[in-house]
């Protein structure tokens, strides 16, 4: 397979000076590896937006270093964005030995379709968007394909242990974790408001209410009253 090629000259300028380049349309790169010490570099802007878009990270590239008779292999190790425009910043470039095995994020990319979430109960869950795997720096793939079309009944999973790659590639992740699922949503039910009264029911409600206290306290002082008088007769008896 044809790899992608970077062309990059060596970086002189550093620090807060890179500013300056950003504006000339160039960015500021990285390149490190293991044994080896960093190396700034510098590339044309619209190159490296082109090679970030169709490489992806894990992507071999061949670096050219203008001087240097031989290109060197690397991999997308870091990409630093402007949040607020999105613009590109800075890139960080891993030279990998291609003898040796790498560690990586790779991206689950999901195809098919799932009966069951395409039913008006089921919900598509997705727990993981990556898996962690190790290989040789050649073997890695840009994605991995997640068929999600055997979810075919509400709680299905799949899990990392359901996965068929490539013997070549090590799977670091443990195997019971839920990749994605289809669960069965719940709807629920608003509860039904009390009905208020209206403003003139309201008042009428409240006249009745004040009414019928000022009967049930009239009453009150009638028995106090009855009570007062049968203490008397009672002393006459006596």
Same mark, same amino acid.
């Given at each position: 397979?044809?790899?992608?090629?970077?062309?990059? @000259?060596?970086?002189?300028?550093?620090?807060?000076?890179?500013? *300056?380049?950003?504006?000339?349309?160039?960015?500021?790169?990285?390149?490190?590896? $293991?044994?080896?010490?960093? !190396?700034?570099?510098?590339?044309?802007?619209?190159?490296?937006?082109?090679?970030? @878009?169709?490489?992806?990270?894990? #992507?071999? !590239?061949?670096?050219?270093?203008?001087?240097?008779?031989?290109?060197?292999?690397?991999?997308?190790?870091?990409?630093?964005?402007?949040?607020?425009?999105?613009?590109?910043?800075?890139?960080?470039?891993?030279?990998?030995?291609?003898?040796?095995?790498?560690?990586?994020?790779?991206?689950?990319?999901?195809?098919?379709?799932?009966? *069951?979430?395409?039913?008006?109960?089921?919900?598509?869950?997705? @727990?993981?968007?990556?898996?962690?795997?190790?290989?040789? $720096?050649?073997?890695?793939?840009?994605?991995?394909?997640?068929?999600?079309?055997?979810?075919?009944?509400?709680?299905?999973?799949?899990?990392?242990?359901?996965?068929?790659?490539?013997?070549?590639?090590?799977?670091?992740?443990?195997?019971?974790?839920?990749?994605?699922?289809?669960?069965?949503?719940?709807?629920?039910?608003?509860?039904?408001?009390?009905?208020? $009264?209206?403003?003139?029911?309201? *008042?009428?409600? *409240?006249?009745?209410?004040?009414?019928?206290?000022?009967?049930?306290?009239?009453?009150? $002082?009638?028995?106090?009253?009855?009570?007062?008088? #049968?203490?008397?007769?009672?002393?006459?008896?006596?």
């Amino acid at each position: 397979m044809k790899q992608d090629e970077l062309k990059a @000259n060596t970086r002189v300028v550093t620090g807060k000076k890179v500013k *300056a380049l950003r504006r000339e349309g160039v960015i500021p790169i990285n390149l490190y590896g $293991p044994k080896m010490e960093s !190396i700034s570099l510098q590339a044309e802007t619209d190159v490296l937006r082109r090679l970030i @878009n169709k490489s992806g990270r894990n #992507a071999l !590239i061949s670096l050219k270093i203008e001087g240097d008779k031989k290109a060197k292999q690397v991999i997308l190790r870091d990409v630093q964005r402007d949040a607020l425009n999105g613009k590109l910043l800075h890139v960080d470039l891993f030279q990998v030995d291609m003898s040796h095995k790498l560690r990586v994020d790779v991206p689950i990319q999901f195809v098919g379709e799932s009966a *069951a979430a395409k039913s008006k109960r089921g919900m598509f869950i997705e @727990n993981m968007s990556s898996l962690h795997i190790e290989a040789l $720096p050649a073997d890695i793939p840009q994605h991995i394909e997640v068929d999600i079309s055997v979810l075919v009944e509400m709680g299905q999973a799949i899990h990392v242990r359901d996965l068929k790659l490539d013997s070549k590639l090590l799977v670091l992740n443990e195997p019971e974790q839920v990749i994605a699922k289809v669960m069965e949503a719940k709807i629920e039910v608003e509860p039904v408001a009390a009905a208020v $009264p209206e403003e003139g029911e309201a *008042a009428e409600g *409240a006249e009745a209410a004040e009414g019928e206290a000022k009967k049930e306290g009239a009453a009150e $002082p009638a028995k106090a009253e009855a009570k007062g008088k #049968a203490k008397p007769e009672a002393e006459k008896k006596k």
